[in-house]
Every structure is written in C-alpha cells, then in structure tokens.
C-alpha cells in the first residue's frame, strides 16, 4: 500500500515547514505538549505559556489553527491527509500543540446548545481560551466509566461533590464528566458538563480547590481538583443528561494518527547523532561509531518509521471513513514503548551527560534543549496516561484477533 502524500498535502507539509522554521524559536521549553511537556515551576511556565499563544495567534492568522473544523464552524475541513501532513512538520519541529479546540471543540459542535457554539466556538477558532478536562479521577483512569464525581440537580443547579485527577486545573473552564444517575449500567449515568473554574478575578469558585502534584523531576505538572458542593448552572448540560459518555466520544471524524510521536522521536534521534559527532570534533569518543551504539540506533530508526506507516494508516482509514478500532490501539501501545525505549536508551547512552536536566542550566547544551533525561523520567506515564498497555492490548485482541473477553 503506498501510503505516498498529494500534490496538495505535500505543499502543506512544505509551507508549514517554512513557515514553523522562521516563525517558532524554540525558548528553551518542551512546548509540544502531551506526557512529554515540561511544565516547570511556575515563571517558566507563565513565559512557555505565553510564548506558545504567541505562536498559536500565528497559526490562527494563517488558518491552519483550525483546518480540522468543518467549514460551517469557520474552519476548512481540510482532507484528513493533510491535517496528518501539518501535524507531522509541526511535530518534527517541535512547535507547540499544531491544532486548535481540543476535545472539546467537537463535542460541541455536535452536542452543544446553540449559546455554547455561539459563546466558545469563535474564542476557541481564535486561541482566546482553553478548557481544562475533567475526566480521570483516582478510581477511574483507563475505566473511566467507573466514575464516581457525583452531580446531584439542585433547582437550576447541579452541585458537584467528588474529586478529578492528573489534569492540569490552571484554565478558567472546564468540561468535565459526573455521574448522575449512580443506578444505571456505568456508562448511562454520565452526564457531560461546561462549568467555570474561575471566576472573573481570576479566583477559583466556591467549593473547588486544586492543589498541585510534582512529578519526578520535582516539577508541578499535574494537579488535583477536589469538589465540595459545587455549584453548576444545569444549562451548561452537554448533550442529554445520563448519556455524557456517547458525546464525550465525538472524536472520531478528527485526525487522531498521534502522527507527532514518530516525527519527534526521529528529530530526537537525528538530534542526538549530531550532537555526539559536535562532541566528538571536541576530542570525545564518538560512540555512534561503536558497532553495538550504531545497530541501537540503527534498529530504533526502522522502529520509528514502522510507527509512522501505522500512522500513516490509521490516517488513510479514516479518509475512507473508516473507524480505526485496533489500529489506533497498534499505534498507542508501539508508540508508547518505542517512546520508553529510545528516551531511557539515549540516557543510558549519553552516560554522566544523560543524567542532567534541563534545570542544571545552560552550561551544558544537550540533545531537544536538554530534555533527554526529563523524558526519560516521564515516559513512565506515557504507558498509562490515555489507556493503559493492558488496555490496548486487549482491544487489539479481541477486536482484531477475535479473542474471547
């Protein structure tokens, strides 16, 4: 199968290259998001922050922000191969998340209330907010539908009783899922909900506190959201309520490849092999030049463009219009163990210079702004964050090999 791009996804490839290449300068955080970032303490995060809504205004005036949205929402809804091309560039060059409205965005447009398209829609086509997710909670990570965050309707209100995990609680909304009805199957009693977070002073509302959770870096990237009779305008219903579950899954017509993982780890890999012969015009061993270093990479090479090809595939099923079931599982779980192995072997590789963070400072210029190890650290969480390895195994069993449960 010749997975080859158009003429006209080529050209997209090109000019987002050309354009990322002159527009982004990289500020020395891992801005591109997903379980590799690198939140920092809280002035870098602030300046990264800013540096990529700078960078998203950009892509904004260019109308690339929203090329996924369907054209009666203001977007272009650009053929899913050429989203898949954007992405890849924009990945390759680690440039900040590449695509605008989150999950968030689709969910509305098929689910919402007129005044939520009306109210969120052109604030999110122009990067002028962002939601924070409330999904996963310390019962309920790859069962999400196990929830246990209870809404009970109150007159106009719902109030909110329960606690959310491992998102980053920092916006001024959020949408977020709660369980309604505690005796129907687990699935049916969910009801999906737009609340405010903050108030207009930039104050967390009654009844919310979050407290922050380092990693093992020792910084603040994730949070917990912990809710006590929090109230909620039961206008801000998503959907129907009890049947939140089948609008949160309103996903599926968007690009959803992960594309952007073997694009970095290739940069990772390329990166690195420059950065071995830099030290070695210094006198340092170039290790690349030991047959066991160079069969590593070698072999990490044809594993990250396999990883591609499944990419690549999961991106022509749904230009088919088909639904990427197993494949998309294929890709989350390959992925997920490519992205441990290679991050934990350069450490490993790069001996004593393996070891450093991006907080030992600018004394040392390392492979992506030193962040080797930092990801290293993190990948741990690649394999849990989104559905487990088990998880995907599992679906790959049963929907592609016709296992039994």
């Not at 602030?46 to 990529?52: H, L, T």
């Not at 440039?95 to 999110?124: N, R």
Request: net charge neutral.
């Amino acid at each position: 199968m010749d997975f080859g791009l158009t003429a006209e996804a080529q050209a997209v490839r090109d000019e987002a290259r050309d354009f990322v290449r002159k527009e982004w300068k990289n500020p020395g955080y891992d801005l591109t998001g997903g379980l590799a970032a690198w939140h920092g303490d809280a002035k870098n995060r602030e300046a990264g922050g800013e540096k990529a809504k700078e960078f998203a205004k950009k892509l904004v005036k260019k109308g690339w922000y929203t090329m996924h949205w369907p054209k009666e929402f203001g977007g272009q809804d650009a053929p899913i191969e050429q989203q898949l091309a954007y992405r890849e560039v924009m990945s390759y060059e680690d440039a900040p998340a590449s695509l605008g409205g989150g999950l968030v965005a689709p969910v509305l447009m098929v689910h919402g209330a007129d005044w939520m398209k009306e109210e969120f829609l052109p604030k999110l086509a122009n990067a002028d907010i962002e939601f924070s997710q409330g999904f996963s909670e310390p019962d309920a990570g790859s069962d999400l539908a196990s929830l246990k965050t209870r809404a009970v309707r109150d007159g106009d209100d719902y109030v909110i009783n329960g606690q959310k995990i491992w998102g980053t609680y920092r916006n001024d909304w959020i949408h977020i899922l709660v369980r309604t009805d505690s005796e129907a199957p687990k699935h049916r009693g969910i009801t999906y909900l737009l609340a405010r977070l903050k108030d207009e002073n930039g104050e967390y509302m009654p009844g919310v506190t979050v407290r922050s959770i380092p990693d093992g870096t020792g910084n603040h990237r994730w949070d917990e959201l912990f809710m006590e009779n929090w109230r909620v305008p039961a206008q801000a219903i998503i959907g129907e309520e009890n049947r939140g579950w089948y609008a949160a899954m309103t996903t599926l017509s968007f690009e959803r490849s992960n594309i952007g993982r073997p694009a970095q780890l290739l940069k990772t890999l390329e990166d690195t092999v420059d950065w071995f012969e830099s030290i070695a015009s210094t006198g340092a061993d170039n290790i690349t030049k030991r047959a066991e270093i160079r069969n590593r990479l070698a072999s990490w090479r044809v594993e990250v463009e396999m990883l591609r090809m499944l990419c690549y595939r999961v991106g022509w099923m749904q230009s088919q219009g088909l639904v990427p079931g197993k494949e998309s599982s294929m890709v989350k779980a390959t992925g997920d163990e490519l992205f441990q192995r290679i991050y934990r072997g350069l450490s490993q590789i790069m001996g004593e210079y393996g070891n450093l963070l991006p907080t030992n400072g600018p004394r040392y210029t390392l492979p992506v702004n030193n962040f080797i190890n930092a990801r290293a650290w993190q990948s741990i969480g690649v394999s849990i964050g989104g559905g487990t390895r088990e998880i995907q195994k599992n679906i790959i069993a049963q929907r592609g090999l016709g296992l039994p449960r």
